[in-house]
C-alpha cells in the first residue's frame, strides 16, 4: 500500500537527550498528524497540523508542517523513559479523504 | 481514552472462518476508518464511511467488507479467512467538516489470530 517515507527507522538513544524524526511524500498535504503507539495497542494522537510552515507544542513535543507542504518534523526534547515507543506520522492530500501513514520510528530510550 | 470503542479486543479463529469486528466512533463523529497492522508493520488504510456512505477505498481484500449503520456504527467483516489475516484491526473516527475535523482518533484495535 502506500505509505509516506518516515525517518529514521529506529533510534536509541540515551535519556534526557533530544530526538528529531521526519516525513516525506511526493504529494502536497494539506492535514499532517502524527501518533505515538506502544504495543498491542492503539495510535495516540500527539500533534495536528493544518497549514504550510505551522508550529505546534505539545508538552516536550514540537512538530512542523513543511513550507513545501511535503514533509513534517517531529522533535522531542529531553527524552524521558516513557518516550518508548513507534511513532507515526499521518497525511492526507487535497481531493482525497483517506489518511496515509508512514512506515514508523521506533524509539527506544535508554537510562 | 479516545473514544472510539471497538469489539472484541482479541479474537482467534480458525482458517476458513468468517468474523465481524465491531466499532462505534466519537460521539458526533462521522467517518469511520478501518485500518490493517500486521506484526511489526505500518497501518494500512482499508476503507471510510462518512455519514453511511462509502468515501475512500484503500488495500481492501475482496473478502473483506464493510458497513457503517444509521447509528454510525462500523462493522467490518472478515471472510475465508487465512494464516496471513492476522493482525491487528483499528478503527478510527473523525468528525471531517473542515480543517479541526480531519483530525482521526484511533480506537484501541481488535486483535485477530488466525490459526
Known amino acids: 500500500g502506500q505509505q509516506l517515507n518516515q525517518s529514521p527507522q529506529s533510534m536509541f538513544i540515551q535519556e534526557g537527550e533530544d530526538v528529531s524524526m521526519n516525513c516525506t511524500s511526493s504529494?502536497?498535504?494539506?492535514?499532517w498528524l502524527w501518533y505515538k503507539q506502544d504495543p498491542g495497542e492503539g495510535p495516540v494522537l500527539l500533534i495536528a497540523l493544518y497549514k504550510a510552515g505551522e508550529l505546534t507544542s505539545n508538552g516536550r513535543l514540537t512538530a512542523q508542517f513543511g513550507i513545501t507542504r511535503k514533509d513534517s518534523f517531529l522533535n522531542i526534547s529531553a527524552s524521558i523513559p516513557s518516550d518508548v515507543g513507534i511513532y507515526f506520522c499521518?497525511?492526507?492530500?487535497?481531493?482525497?479523504?483517506?489518511?496515509?501513514f508512514g512506515t514508523g520510528t521506533r524509539l527506544k530510550v535508554l537510562a | 481514552d479516545s473514544g472510539v470503542t471497538q469489539t472484541p479486543k482479541h479474537l482467534i479463529t480458525a482458517t476458513g472462518q468468517r468474523v465481524t469486528l465491531r466499532c462505534s466512533p466519537r460521539?458526533?463523529?462521522?467517518?469511520v476508518y478501518w485500518y490493517q497492522q500486521s506484526l511489526d508493520q505500518g497501518l494500512q488504510f482499508l476503507i471510510q464511511?462518512?455519514?453511511?456512505?462509502?468515501?475512500a477505498k484503500g488495500n481492501i481484500l475482496e473478502r473483506f467488507s464493510a458497513q457503517q449503520f444509521p447509528d454510525l456504527h462500523s462493522e467490518l467483516n472478515l471472510s475465508s479467512l487465512e494464516l496471513g489475516d492476522s493482525a491487528l484491526y483499528f478503527c478510527a473516527s473523525s468528525v471531517d467538516q473542515g480543517s479541526a475535523g480531519n483530525t482521526i482518533y484511533f480506537g484501541e484495535g481488535s486483535w485477530l489470530t488466525v490459526v
Open positions: 464511511y462518512y455519514n453511511g456512505e462509502e468515501r
Open positions: 504529494s502536497i498535504f494539506n492535514t
Open positions: 499521518a497525511g492526507r492530500y487535497s481531493g482525497t479523504y483517506k489518511y496515509i
Open positions: 460521539s458526533g463523529d462521522l467517518s
